[in-house]
């Protein structure tokens, strides 16, 4: 076999990731096809060649002294290596072949890969590689590549180019979509490896695996046995020496979206029954689950902040930039929308400075065995059982027989220790009164109950209860991830489809994360402030906080906010609240709006506006809306944008289908699309679209009287795409639909109902939120309201006045208040 030739470029190569992990799994690399014992890839006998390439910020003179001294004492000989005197030979063999490169400049970039060209050309019979690993930070992201992309020509020399990619990707799903959009303009996706170190520990490659050889289990894993999933990251560190990244990040950015959404998908997926193309089969089916996770909700979702959380911040970045309300712990139960685990809680708990350092995911299963007879036998033999049978099977399966009494089994589970915890090391344990597991070959049985902390209960049952498996390759992630880069293998990495559909997990929370106040904790959680319980769909603290709660903050705040406002603007219905609150209020009386109609004509018709505004609304009702409802509902749009309506992230149609319709029960041919892209014509008048669009309406609607319309208000007083001045405004009671050429720049063509449908509703809410809306509220106060002469030219949104239908204004107190702070405002 002709030899193999990888170029490493490791840039970020004096930083922290790289000094604790990185330059450590690319030596064991190197040693595996050096020494090749303990575990090394045996097909891998033909020769392999590195050249290790280190680049940075840094000038050369200080970042070779930092490379040194890692080196020296980050990375080390172990008994996978083989003998020590010849590992530490090749450990200073292998750093001699480490050259550094100060990168600023796209020449800087032409200069090294020059250089790299140049060591991979010289066995010409070799196949060449480039792996470009990211471990910056990801403001650096984009600049490093393009300038990699622009100055190092690999292609023409057959040298196949892949890029790793540490996290994060992105700030949420639309910064993860743009990022992941100009790396596909660059690279291809089979190029692309996306890191999450979880995938790659031990245990965690091993969950497929252990799925697989036991089929009697995944007819247990479903709603029917499994009572929760409990996937625990709990860590005693603080944020260290991270607080200006872990500042914009908190703790859902930082591990939920990542971390505890992948083990999520390992538990959840089908397991493929084509074993034949596993790689693709296995992505297909985690996709599968991330489409059908329901996002998380407010009520569903908790938050805490270790209390010295500022102050250690303020060391590192200035007072003013710390985001004071960060989260550095939450439990989020996620639910599936799946026959399979439909209700079945996911409870997801991460955080900083807790009571231990642990990783595990945990099935519980429900208590299902009724016992009539003989019952306090039946417990006694259910614990004896598995052992009787295990003597039985023992010469077949070498498992010893236990010295020890066996106490009485309390709970079914399996848990899968991914690192830390009561455990010493990896395991996979399981309840001896569920099954006997088998296990593939990557993973052996252990016996030794040394293996864990005796003192401690084991997750509510004794070790002894428990059959336990260690992987037979207990690797470091690192470790595992760089070899299967090596490899060409991207089943332990995260694909651009995977990543944005994790994304859109948690916008939501997201969105309401800067305006929640988290509880307050001490290191350690000694108070047990962090414990909570299940109640139905929503998580709660277990106790009250009875020293600091910032949560009180809220309500008593809220109290004199409410205090404060008015039940009425303009003369009509007011609604105030934040603007989470107000987004459940009006999901609220839509719904009930819903229900009351579908009772008594069998349908309901909804008309939304688009833009930001709705997006919490839309998030509430997908959440809230029962779905025997959705399918007796018809979604109308009140105005869109003359663009590609469903690959133009400016249309409303499309913002509406993210956020609310992909996840409702609402049949297509409900949707009311506006008609303003008709064969790629924008809008275009010979087509008549806003016609097209009225008649639908009255086909519908005889009356033309919508049961619901959302309306926004723009900071000029526009509403719907009716903007001041517009001749849309004169609109006679015939037009219920037209074109308006007057919207802002980047979008000036709208299709929008007129003011004469709008006013037909029979119950309009107009919602108003964010701080931008204040002098708006204030002019429109200041106009008296009313319909006086010019006044609707002016501000359109005084046009909308229901004859017969209700007007209700949905205002936040930061619209309504204005800049002031309400959270802190008693400080
Ligand atoms: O990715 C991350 O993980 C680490 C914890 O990883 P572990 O392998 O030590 O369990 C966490 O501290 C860090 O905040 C996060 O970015």
Redesign the pocket.
């Known amino acids: 076999a002709s030899p193999r030739h990888s170029g490493v470029i490791l840039l970020g190569g004096t930083g922290d990731l790289a000094r604790k992990y990185l330059w450590q799994a690319l030596f064991d690399a190197f040693m595996r096809r050096e020494v090749p014992v303990g575990g090394g890839e045996g097909e891998e006998q033909r020769p392999w060649m590195f050249t290790l390439f280190a680049g940075g910020s840094s000038h050369a003179s200080v970042a070779t002294n930092r490379l040194k001294d890692i080196f020296d004492n980050n990375v080390k000989c172990a008994d996978r290596h083989g003998s020590s005197s010849v590992c530490e030979a090749k450990k200073g063999e292998f750093f001699t072949k480490v050259t550094y490169f100060q990168l600023h400049l796209g020449e800087d970039y032409g200069a090294m890969c020059e250089s790299m060209l140049r060591s991979l050309n010289q066995d010409k019979t070799a196949t060449k590689e480039v792996l470009l690993y990211l471990a910056v930070p990801p403001s650096v992201f984009r600049p490093a590549l393009k300038n990699f992309k622009a100055e190092c020509k690999f292609g023409d020399d057959k040298v196949s180019v892949k890029i790793v990619l540490e ?1 994060p990707q992105g700030q949420d799903w639309a910064s993860a979509d743009k990022l992941s959009e100009e790396l596909l303009k660059m690279f291809k996706e089979e190029q692309l490896y996306r890191t999450d ?2 995938l790659a ?1 031990s245990v965690v490659t091993n969950i497929l695996p252990f799925r697989a050889a036991n089929p009697q289990l995944e007819k247990l894993l479903n709603r029917d046995y499994v009572d929760r999933v409990e996937i625990f ?1 709990k ?1 005693t ?1 603080g ?1 260290e020496d ?1 607080y200006s990244f ?1 500042n914009d990040m908190g703790v859902i950015r ?2 939920f979206q ?2 505890l959404t992948q083990l999520l998908t390992l538990i959840a997926l089908d397991l493929p029954v084509n074993l034949t193309n596993i790689p693709s089969a296995i992505e297909q089916a985690k996709l599968q689950v991330l489409k059908r996770v329901i996002r998380a909700s407010q009520p569903s979702t908790l938050l805490g902040q270790y209390a010295t959380y500022t102050f250690e911040a303020a060391k590192e970045i200035p007072e003013s930039n710390i985001t004071a309300l960060v989260p550095t712990f939450a439990a989020v139960m996620l639910k599936l929308r799946s026959p399979r685990w439909l209700d079945v809680p996911f409870l997801l708990v991460s955080g ?1 400075k807790l009571d231990e350092r642990s ?1 595990y995911i945990r099935i519980i299963f429900k208590d299902n065995d009724v016992c009539v007879s003989n019952c306090a036998e039946a417990d006694h033999h259910t614990a004896h059982s598995a052992d009787q049978k295990q003597q039985q099977t023992s010469e077949h399966h070498h498992r010893p027989h236990h010295q020890y009494h066996v106490p009485r089994s309390s709970k079914k589970q399996i848990v899968f220790h ?3 915890g009561p455990a010493k090391i990896p395991l996979i344990s399981m309840s001896r009164s569920l099954l006997e597991p088998e296990y593939p070959d990557s993973l052996e049985e252990v016996f030794d109950p040394e293996v864990f902390s005796k003192e401690h209960s084991y997750y509510g049952d004794y070790p002894q209860n428990f059959y336990h498996a260690t992987p037979v390759n207990n690797a470091d ?1 690192y470790s595992t991830l760089i070899e299967e880069v090596l490899q060409g293998r991207r089943q332990h990495f995260v694909s651009t489809k995977q990543l944005l559909l994790a994304w859109q997990v948690w916008d939501n929370v997201l969105a309401f994360y800067p305006s929640r106040v988290p509880r307050v904790y001490d290191a350690g959680d000694p108070a047990s402030l962090l414990n909570f319980v299940v109640r139905g769909d929503n998580l709660e603290f277990a106790a009250e906080d009875q020293k600091q709660d910032g949560m009180k903050v809220v309500p008593e705040l809220h109290q004199l906010h409410q205090a404060q406002t008015p039940a009425t603007f303009l003369g009509r219905r007011m609604v105030s609240g934040t603007k989470e609150g107000l987004a459940v209020q009006l999901a609220r009386e839509i719904e009930q709006a819903a229900e009351s109609e579908i009772a008594s004509k069998g349908v309901f018709h909804v008309a939304f506006s688009g833009g930001t505004t709705p997006v919490l609304l839309w998030q509430m009702l997908a959440q809230s809306f029962a779905s025997e409802y959705w399918v007796h509902v018809h979604v109308w749009q009140v105005d869109e944008r003359c663009v590609r309506a469903a690959a133009d992230t400016h249309s409303n149609l499309f913002q509406l289908d993210r956020q609310l319709l992909r996840f409702v029960a609402v049949p297509w041919s409900h949707v009311h699309a506006m008609p303003v892209d008709v064969a790629g014509r924008l809008c275009d008048p010979e087509l008549q679209g806003d016609r097209q669009y009225a008649d639908s309406i009255r086909h519908a609607l005889p009356n033309l009287q919508f049961d619901f319309v959302v309306l926004g208000l723009g900071a000029d007083g526009h509403t719907a795409s009716l903007f001041p001045q517009s001749p849309a405004l004169n609109a006679d009671s015939q037009t219920l639909v037209t074109v308006t050429e007057q919207g802002p720049k980047d979008t000036p063509r709208r299709m929008t109902m007129t003011l004469p449908l709008i006013n037909r509703a029979k119950r309009v809410a107009v919602l108003v939120t964010g701080v931008d809306k204040e002098g708006i509220l204030n002019q429109l106060e200041d106009s008296g309201g009313g319909i006086k002469m010019g006044v609707v030219d002016k501000f359109p949104i005084l046009g909308v006045n229901p004859g017969n239908g209700t007007l209700s204004w949905f205002i936040d107190y930061e619209a309504y208040f204005g800049k002031e702070d309400f959270f802190f405002a008693e400080e």
Do not use: L, P
């Open positions: 996290k170190h979880y520990k990251m860590e560190v944020v991270r872990y930082d591990v990542n971390h900083k990783s991914i690192g830390h992630a």
